[in-house]
């Protein structure tokens, strides 16, 4: 799977400048990417246009070579909000996209443990949504995104409305379900340090000019450590960056 990204812009019609502007990149099968860059930088644009939710301006989106041009199963995508259905219950949730899909119930069931078991709610699958925790949520969500096996996941700061600990706890198991099916993966942060934690490149971009001012490759061995002084530099190069982007 290769998803390249080709010239991209995006202006919207109430808008005198573009969000997006001139963006190339090319992000290679089980390839874990990060986005970053302050607020209004066209993070969350990129994705929804890779998601086939927008429609480019300019440029293109290509998934192995066929351009996007609408939402599809090889593409699943996990939100900031989970956006789960509170009438049903944890399974259900799960099972949801895979009825819609008009997959076997039996198959339906497998797959669905299987995730869940790999999210870790295995004991909570008949839950229903409003009895589990925020953390729970997302990590039903999580597993709902993971369960069509796409080919490409993108997350839009799935954990950035939970609290610290919940969030360095699910940033932990999303690096170690990473590692078991390796999928790849487009994961939009605020937090420069989730980035250098997750990532084995950070995409930067600049709200200034809604392209891309820098791609760092974080050549680190697994698992990382924030505190070691090879991940502290990181950090700094691209907090500096970041920061730098906004004040020009």
């Known amino acids: 799977m290769s998803l390249v990204i080709n010239n991209l812009s995006k202006r919207f019609d109430n808008s005198?400048?573009?969000?997006?502007?001139?963006?190339?990149?090319?992000?290679?099968?089980?390839?874990?990417?990060?986005?970053?860059?302050?607020?209004?930088?066209?993070?969350?644009?990129?994705?929804?246009?890779?998601?086939?939710?927008?429609?480019?301006?300019?440029?293109?989106?290509?998934?192995?070579?066929?351009?996007?041009?609408?939402?599809?199963?090889?593409?699943?995508?996990?939100?900031?909000?989970?956006?789960?259905?509170?009438?049903?219950?944890?399974?259900?949730?799960?099972?949801?996209?895979?009825?819609?899909?008009?997959?076997?119930?039996?198959?339906?069931?497998?797959?669905?443990?299987?995730?869940?078991?790999?999210?870790?709610?295995?004991?909570?699958k008949n839950y229903p949504i409003h009895q589990i925790s925020g953390g729970m949520k997302q990590r039903t969500a999580l597993a709902r995104a993971l369960v069509m096996d796409s080919k490409v996941l993108l997350m839009d700061e799935p954990f950035s409305a939970l609290d610290k600990q919940t969030s360095n706890q699910l940033r932990e198991e999303l690096q170690r379900i990473w590692l078991e099916t390796h999928k790849t993966i487009v994961f939009i942060t605020h937090s420069v340090e989730e980035s250098v934690y997750l990532a084995d490149k950070v995409v930067v971009l600049s709200p200034k000019t809604g392209s891309i001012c820098d791609i760092v490759n974080i050549d680190l061995e697994r698992p990382r450590h924030v505190y070691s002084s090879e991940f502290v530099e990181f950090r700094h190069k691209i907090l500096d960056e970041v920061k730098g982007e906004n004040l020009l």
Not at 89 to 114: H, S, W
Request: with cysteine.
């Open 16 to 124: 005198e400048k573009s969000t997006l502007n001139n963006v190339s990149l090319d992000i290679q099968t089980g390839e874990f990417v990060c986005i970053v860059g302050a607020s209004g930088c066209g993070k969350t644009t990129l994705l929804n246009l890779i998601a086939g939710l927008e429609t480019p301006t300019e440029g293109e989106v290509l998934v192995d070579g066929v351009k996007v041009t609408k939402p599809g199963a090889d593409r699943a995508v996990m939100f900031q909000e989970h956006g789960l259905y509170p009438w049903m219950n944890v399974l259900e949730n799960v099972t949801f996209p895979l009825k819609l899909a008009k997959i076997p119930k039996e198959e339906q069931e497998k797959r669905a443990n299987y995730y869940l078991e790999m999210v870790g709610l295995s004991e909570y």
